[in-house]
Nanobody, 125 residues
Framework: QVQLVESGGRLVQAGGSLRLSCAASGRTFSGYPMGWFRQAPGKEREFVAGFNWSGDSTYYADSLKGRFTISRDNRKNMVYLQMNSLKPADTAVYYC??????????????????WGQGTQVTVSS
């Protein structure tokens, strides 16, 4: 059984930085797309960033390029999301997710197979 556990979310002031972590267990990263999504109250879950299934390409929501960086440590089965210059609009629950074997990276949340429980990020103005 795949388990994804996020951590690192907290209250931070606008302009600050956070690094979210996702610990994966149950199967290797290799061959599976990995991603981060977020969901703010009353809004749809939206794609933030991700790795393709081979792990050699990264993708970002256009609006977040330059501020957010996704990275991974295959030895530790960890995925990270570095978030800089945070804005109140970044307030949301952030979720780590893993797609299906060999599947392309996608911005559609319903095409992913496993999800973590989420970690709350709150950015105050």
């Amino acid at each position: 059984q795949v388990q994804l556990v996020e951590s690192g979310g907290r209250l931070v002031q606008a302009g600050g930085s956070l690094r979210l972590s996702c610990a994966a267990s149950g199967r290797t990263f290799s061959g599976y797309p990995m991603g981060w999504f977020r969901q703010a109250p009353g809004k749809e879950r939206e794609f933030v960033a991700g790795f393709n299934w081979s792990g050699d390409s990264t993708y970002y929501a256009d609006s977040l390029k330059g501020r957010f960086t996704i990275s991974r440590d295959n030895r530790k089965n960890m995925v990270y999301l570095q978030m800089n210059s945070l804005k109140p609009a970044d307030t949301a629950v952030y979720y780590c997710t893993q797609g299906r074997l060999g599947a392309p990276i996608t911005r559609n949340w319903y095409e992913y197979e496993y999800w973590g429980q989420g970690t709350q990020v709150t950015v105050s103005s």
